[in-house]
């Protein structure tokens, strides 16, 4: 059988302060702190879409998230190591964290087919059959060379059955425990998946059985797959307190301004999303007063900036009306300052969630942002319901919007 895996890294974490139940926390990685809470941009293929490394370096996020499943595609995890892991490879030498498959195994639902050692499915690229489960999970996270790195786990989509369910959080243990012993590098830390759906016992069941193999940090896993945000928030709230105050807690695939607001509230201290991009690229661009639908008619000379308050260089430079015209026009352009906007957005949002936390002022501060962005998004419904191009575009939009959790879902 094979030998003794070494031991986990210590991350060290650093509890700054605690305002109710949020918290400001820094912890330390192979390659440098990570401040929270925070927001980790999806890096799908090993590149933030759109955005360049000199831009990438002025938005400074504490962790950059890249995907197994793509990376083991394309270029292959080898090709990524020898050309000296994530950090070599993109340029990025900040801390890194890779997911392990597991959600693109599940969601893309390339008719796999689930066994106790993992799931075989076939390439969305070219049907090739792909081998994933704890054991390949971890041997290409570990050629990736990420700092933060994930347990292979079982994600349903929701609605699912209590028995489905119950099965899943049972086998997402036996593999994280099978991660823990397949780990042959001590500077990675290895998160497990907290699974179970809404069923608050059932979260409790996963995190008590993943607590016991002692992991560096926790993940709550399997929401924002649709269940709605009143169920997601419920089962934040119930899952959180679970976890170890001593250990990073990390929100998977959760990026709406208001979900991050109400779950750093809860206690959780990272994030990642596809949402700052994906709306980016759409046009969809948030400010403190509400997603703006730049494509919308009401934009064509609207000489104000996106987001006043934003420090970003689109908000700095550019009107509304020009933003409107890349957009409308097709301008590569469009997708960078998009993205670019949206990106800042979120990072100032969780930056300012810290600093509120370590002033003792969250709550107010949850509650000011709260207020103006809803205000805002009714705006626009109203404004919206006064013009029938509009509401076209808007349906469009929606449609095309899927869940957070990956770049590479069909649009
Ligand atoms: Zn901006």
Same mark, same amino acid.
């Given at each position: 059988?094979?030998?003794?895996?070494?031991?986990? +890294?210590?991350?060290?974490?650093?509890? !700054?302060?605690?305002?109710?139940?949020? @918290? %400001?926390?820094? *912890?330390?990685?192979?390659?440098?702190?990570?401040?929270?809470?925070?927001?980790?941009?999806?890096?799908?293929?090993?590149?933030?879409?759109?955005?360049?490394?000199?831009?990438?370096?002025?938005?400074?996020?504490?962790?950059?998230?890249?995907?197994?499943?793509?990376?083991?595609?394309?270029?292959?995890?080898?090709?990524?190591?020898?050309?000296?892991?994530?950090?070599?490879?993109?340029?990025?030498?900040? +801390?890194?964290?890779?997911?392990?498959?597991?959600?693109?195994?599940?969601?893309?639902?390339?008719?796999?087919?689930?066994? !106790?050692?993992?799931?075989?499915?076939?390439?969305?690229?070219?049907?090739?059959?792909? @081998?994933?489960?704890?054991?390949? =999970?971890?041997?290409?996270?570990?050629?990736?060379? =990420?700092?933060?790195?994930?347990?292979?786990?079982?994600?349903? %989509?929701?609605?699912?059955?209590?028995?489905?369910?119950?099965?899943?959080?049972?086998?997402?243990?036996?593999?994280?425990?099978?991660?823990?012993?397949?780990?042959?590098?001590?500077?990675?830390?290895? *998160?497990?998946?907290?699974?179970?759906?809404?069923? /608050?016992?059932?979260?409790?069941?996963? %995190?008590?059985?993943?607590?016991?193999?002692?992991?560096?940090?926790?993940?709550?896993?399997?929401?924002?797959?649709?269940?709605?945000?009143?169920?997601?928030?419920?089962?934040?709230?119930?899952?959180?307190?679970?976890? /170890?105050?001593?250990?990073? $807690?990390?929100?998977?695939?959760?990026?709406?301004?208001?979900?991050?607001?109400?779950?750093? =509230?809860?206690?959780?201290?990272? *994030?990642?999303?596809?949402?700052?991009?994906?709306?980016?690229?759409?046009?969809?661009?948030?400010?403190?007063?509400?997603?703006?639908?730049?494509?919308?008619?009401?934009?064509?000379?609207?000489?104000? +900036?996106?987001?006043?308050?934003?420090?970003?260089?689109?908000?700095?430079?550019?009107?509304?009306?020009?933003?409107?015209?890349?957009?409308?026009?097709? !301008?590569?352009?469009?997708?960078?300052?998009?993205?670019?906007?949206?990106?800042?957005?979120?990072?100032?949002?969780? $930056?300012?969630?810290?600093?509120?936390?370590?002033?003792?002022?969250?709550?107010?501060? =949850?509650?000011? *942002?709260?207020?103006?962005?809803?205000?805002?998004? @009714?705006?626009?419904?109203?404004?919206?319901?006064?013009?029938?191009?509009?509401?076209?575009?808007? @349906? !469009?939009?929606?449609?095309?919007?899927?869940?957070?959790?990956?770049?590479?879902? /069909?649009?």
């Amino acid at each position: 059988m094979s030998s003794t895996p070494p031991p986990h +890294p210590d991350l060290a974490l650093a509890l !700054e302060a605690s305002d109710g139940g949020a @918290r %400001a926390t820094t *912890f330390m990685t192979a390659h440098g702190p990570v401040r929270t809470p925070t927001f980790m941009p999806v890096a799908t293929k090993g590149s933030l879409k759109g955005i360049t490394h000199a831009q990438l370096e002025r938005l400074a996020p504490d962790v950059m998230l890249a995907n197994t499943y793509h990376l083991h595609l394309r270029p292959g995890e080898a090709t990524v190591r020898d050309l000296g892991g994530l950090h070599g490879f993109t340029g990025w030498q900040g +801390p890194w964290i890779t997911d392990s498959g597991g959600y693109q195994v599940f969601s893309l639902d390339h008719r796999a087919t689930l066994d !106790e050692e993992g799931v075989t499915l076939r390439s969305h690229l070219d049907g090739a059959p792909v @081998r994933l489960g704890p054991r390949e =999970a971890m041997a290409i996270q570990e050629s990736l060379g =990420a700092d933060l790195i994930m347990a292979f786990d079982h994600c349903l %989509a929701l609605p699912a059955s209590r028995e489905a369910l119950e099965a899943a959080v049972h086998r997402t243990t036996r593999w994280t425990a099978a991660c823990a012993a397949a780990r042959t590098r001590s500077d990675q830390a290895l *998160f497990g998946i907290v699974q179970g759906g809404t069923d /608050p016992a059932l979260r409790a069941l996963s %995190a008590e059985a993943l607590l016991a193999l002692d992991l560096p940090g926790y993940a709550i896993g399997g929401l924002a797959v649709g269940e709605g945000g009143q169920a997601m928030r419920a089962a934040v709230e119930a899952t959180t307190p679970l976890l /170890p105050a001593a250990k990073p $807690r990390y929100l998977m695939g959760v990026g709406q301004p208001l979900d991050l607001i109400d779950a750093i =509230a809860a206690g959780v201290d990272m *994030f990642d999303c596809v949402l700052p991009t994906r709306n980016g690229r759409r046009g969809w661009l948030w400010t403190r007063d509400g997603t703006v639908r730049i494509g919308a008619r009401l934009h064509a000379k609207d000489d104000a +900036p996106l987001d006043a308050e934003c420090r970003c260089e689109v908000c700095r430079t550019h009107s509304r009306g020009y933003l409107r015209h890349l957009f409308k026009t097709g !301008e590569h352009t469009a997708v960078t300052l998009g993205s670019l906007h949206n990106l800042t957005f979120l990072f100032e949002l969780v $930056r300012g969630a810290r600093t509120a936390i370590l002033a003792g002022t969250y709550t107010a501060f =949850a509650a000011a *942002f709260r207020a103006r962005f809803e205000a805002g998004e @009714r705006a626009w419904q109203e404004a919206h319901a006064r013009d029938p191009e509009a509401a076209f575009r808007s @349906r !469009e939009a929606n449609r095309a919007r899927g869940t957070g959790h990956s770049e590479a879902e /069909p649009a």
